[in-house]
Each structure stands twice: as structure tokens, then as C-alpha cells.
């Protein structure tokens, strides 16, 4: 759904995708980038295969219970007759930055072992980056992978560590704002109605989406994730943020993945994250649904 926002947004040109594990095995998401791209209308875009697993663990997520085996809601959507492009997805991100410093931003919506591999790679691209954008964290609100750690960063934070360090220009999107963007049987109902691929894509995935949201969390409707870090790059002015210090808590501890930001500086650390903490919920499905669902309101 990420990847039909960008495709119905001129100011963002995608130069490239690159996959990760998460909600499911990369081979999955390397499937699923290409044919989603190629749904979209966006078949000239490349992907590149990363991780397969955290830099210092076993994966034990539960990606296939929220999403399904084939990560898209079991649709068996057909397959692209495109392969990835050769190259590992840290290497690339590397070559992309040092090749043209200061051109691109990095938008993360999955798991951070990509950038936290390419920042051990070269860790200059710190300095050449535009902006990093992820979806990520939860600092006010509680997880939605442990009690306080959110999926993404649950799913690899020795990685997530490594990207919160790093010294770039770094935006958090996380569940203090993704959770009040909401999508109910209604509203998707109103953007599917005009019937185009990328809306006939978004019918056929979200059910099981809604569903495992209404069997495992009681709710009527799903958080907007990682189409609302596109909305940042769109409309940063949507979001209320404050820039804060924030630590992710690492190792073996029952905490791990928690993202701990210094609201008090407590800890006297330099405050350099630019953390979104609200978010004008209503105009940024509008403009989802202006632009995907051809749907103006």
C-alpha cells in the first residue's frame, strides 16, 4: 500500500526497492516488491535482495500470522516475470549514496538490517544521505510486537541500535502516530470503489489484514504503518514532532526492541531524532484516498 502511494505521488521519485525479512522470508518480500511494482505500473523500478535474518540473532517473528504465508493476505497474486536486479540490497544502498552524495533519502518500512549492514559497509553514507525515514518505534504508546517494542525494530535491535546512532538526518514514524491513522471496512470500501489495479491490489490483501486485527486485538480497523512514513515525505506538516535522544534497548533483555526517548535529558545525550508524536489523522487518508482511490473529498 506504501508502494501505491509513491506510484500516485510526483514529488517522490523511487529510484530503487531493496527487501528484507519481516513479514516473511526475504525471498517472499523480493517476490512481493516486484510484483507490487509491477501492479502499480511501476516496472522499471529495480529491487535488490537483503537480509534474510537480525545481525545477531535468529528470526522468530510472526510476519505469516498478521500478513499470511505469501505475505499479501494469501491472494497468490501472480508473480512478475522480473527477477531482482544482481546485487546485495546493503551494497547497493552504499553505491547510491557515495555514487551521488546529497540526492537520496532512505525510506525504511521494514526491519533495519539493510541500513544498519550498509552503515557497517561505508559508514561515510551518514554524511551523504539526504534524510532517513523509517517506520519504527513507539515512544509514548505501547508495542505492538512485546509490550513496548514495535514490530520493526523488535524484529532486529542490535540493527535498529546501529540506525538510531548513526549521525544522519533521521525521521521516526512509529506507533505514537501510525496508530491513529485507521482504516475501516468503510473507509476501504470508498477507496476500492473505482476499480484499478493498484485498488483491486488493496481489496484483495486488506481482509486478512482486518482480520487478524479483529480476531487477535478486538478492533474494527487497521493502523496505517508504512504508508504514513510516505505521507511524511509528501506532507511533513501533518506530523507534530519533537527532535529527542532515543535508545533502543538491545541483547537478551525481555525488553529488547523498546525505544527509550530522553524526553527530560536525563541521560545528557545530544537530542538529534526527529520523532513524530501526532498526526492530523483525517487529511492524510484523504490525501490516501485522493490519490490511490482516485476518491476526492
Not at 167 to 178: F, H, K, P
Request: net charge negative; with cysteine.
Amino acid at each position: 500500500m506504501a508502494i501505491a502511494l509513491i506510484a500516485n505521488s510526483p514529488e517522490i521519485e523511487l529510484h530503487s526497492v531493496t527487501t528484507v525479512f519481516g513479514n516473511g522470508p526475504v525471498s517472499v518480500s523480493t517476490a512481493n516488491a516486484l510484483r507490487v511494482l509491477d501492479i502499480v505500473g511501476m516496472e522499471h523500478v529495480d529491487v535488490y535482495e537483503g537480509a534474510n535474518k537480525p545481525l545477531l540473532r535468529e528470526y522468530h517473528g510472526e510476519g505469516a500470522k498478521v500478513h499470511g504465508s505469501d505475505g499479501l493476505g494469501e491472494t497468490a497474486l501472480p508473480a512478475s516475470p522480473r527477477s531482482a536486479a544482481s546485487g546485495y540490497a546493503a551494497n547497493h544502498i552504499v553505491n547510491s549514496i557515495m555514487d551521488e552524495p546529497g540526492r537520496f533519502t532512505l525510506v525504511a518500512i521494514g526491519p533495519l538490517t539493510n541500513l544498519a549492514t550498509a552503515l557497517c559497509i561505508e559508514p561515510r553514507i551518514a554524511d551523504n544521505v539526504r534524510e532517513v525515514v523509517i517506520m519504527g518505534g513507539a515512544v509514548g504508546v505501547a508495542g505492538n510486537a512485546s509490550p513496548v517494542a514495535e514490530a520493526n525494530i523488535h524484529n532486529d535491535p542490535e540493527a535498529a541500535g546501529l540506525v538510531f546512532g548513526a549521525n544522519w538526518n533521521l525521521t521516526v514514524v512509529g506507533l505514537d502516530v501510525t496508530q491513529q491513522v485507521l482504516m475501516d471496512p468503510a473507509y476501504l470500501d470508498d477507496l476500492t470503489e473505482v476499480k484499478t489495479p493498484a485498488t483491486s491490489m488493496i481489496a484483495a490483501i486488506t481482509p486478512f489484514y482486518l482480520d487478524f486485527h479483529s480476531t487477535y486485538r478486538g478492533e474494527s480497523a487497521f493502523p496505517v504503518h508504512d504508508s504514513s512514513a510516505i505521507a511524511y515525505l509528501i506532507e511533513p506538516s501533518l506530523f507534530s514532532t519533537q527532535t529527542l535522544y532515543v535508545h533502543v534497548v538491545a541483547g537478551g533483555h525481555p525488553c529488547s526492541g523498546q525505544t527509550v526517548a530522553d524526553r527530560r535529558n536525563h541521560w545528557g545525550k545530544e537530542a538529534k531524532t526527529n520523532v513524530c508524536l501526532n498526526v492530523d489523522a483525517g487529511r492524510l487518508l484523504s490525501i490516501y484516498r485522493e490519490r490511490v482511490g482516485g476518491r476526492k473529498t
